[in-house]
Antibody, heavy 120, light 109 residues
Framework: EVQLVESGGGLIQPGGSLRLSCAASGFIVSSNYMTWVRQAPGKGLEWVALIFRGGNTHYADSVNGRFTISRDNSKNTVYLQMNNLGAEDTAVYYC??????????????WGQGTMVTVSS | EIVLTQSPGTLSLSPGERATLSCRASQSVSSSSLAWYQQKPGQAPRLLIYGASSRATGIPDRFSGSGSGTDFTLTISRLEPEDFAVYYCQQYGSSPLFTFGPGTKVDIK
């Protein structure tokens, strides 16, 4: 079965760091683009970060310089390292696979999400 | 930066009715990079439509997408009880790389 399972969320103080994990099964992470999307409570979806097949990365301006997306091919897992967290980073974080079928670049497989709460 | 606007914000309809959701881009978008998602409370989004008009795997044919340039539409031909949810459009572009619209909530009248 093709699926993504996120973990690592929790309550963290402002200025703190957290690393989210996204374990994939049923497909190979390194053969796909992978991304993180977040959703603040009661709000819409916001794209956060992308890792290309070749390992290059791209970030939303709101997290650039604070967040790092990476992957471990041996574990078939994608990570999101989040540093210098602020209240505005409070959200459910979703990991997703990016499909480039017919150059669509849409998110065809999603994890269940992991909640990150930044609060003192 | 491409901004996506969705209308209406909320659509109140009854089961069996037709739903027409709009997504408008601030500048022309490649049709191949326009997608629609459905999200129900407490769940992750689900891909419905990609490439503006292609249904994703397992999506019923009552869902259809159309449009080009700056105007795109998601149509649900006859609403089923499980279709009441929030719908987002999304595009792939330059900067930011991906943009979502603010969403349209389809609720029961």
């Amino acid at each position: 079965e093709v699926q993504l399972v996120e973990s690592g969320g929790g309550l963290i103080q402002p200025g703190g760091s957290l690393r989210l994990s996204c374990a994939a099964s049923g497909f190979i992470v390194s053969s796909n683009y992978m991304t993180w999307v977040r959703q603040a409570p009661g709000k819409g979806l916001e794209w956060v970060a992308l890792i290309f097949r070749g390992g290059n990365t791209h970030y939303a301006d709101s997290v650039n310089g604070r967040f790092t997306i990476s992957r471990d091919n041996s574990k078939n897992t994608v990570y999101l390292q989040m540093n210098n967290l602020g209240a505005e980073d409070t959200a459910v974080y979703y990991c997703a696979r990016v499909s480039d079928v017919r150059w669509s670049y849409c998110f065809d497989i999603w994890g269940q999400g992991t909640m990150v709460t930044v609060s003192s | 930066e491409i901004v996506l606007t969705q209308s209406p914000g909320t659509l109140s309809l009854s089961p069996g009715e037709r739903a027409t959701l709009s997504c408008r881009a601030s500048q022309s978008v490649s049709s191949s990079s326009l997608a629609w998602y459905q999200q129900k409370p407490g769940q992750a989004p689900r891909l419905l439509i990609y490439g503006a008009s292609s249904r994703a795997t397992g999506i019923p044919d009552r869902f259809s997408g159309s449009g080009s340039g700056t105007d795109f539409t998601l149509t649900i031909s006859r609403l089923e009880p499980e279709d009441f949810a929030v719908y987002y459009c999304q595009q792939y572009g330059s900067s930011p790389l991906f943009t979502f619209g603010p969403g349209t909530k389809v609720d029961i009248k």
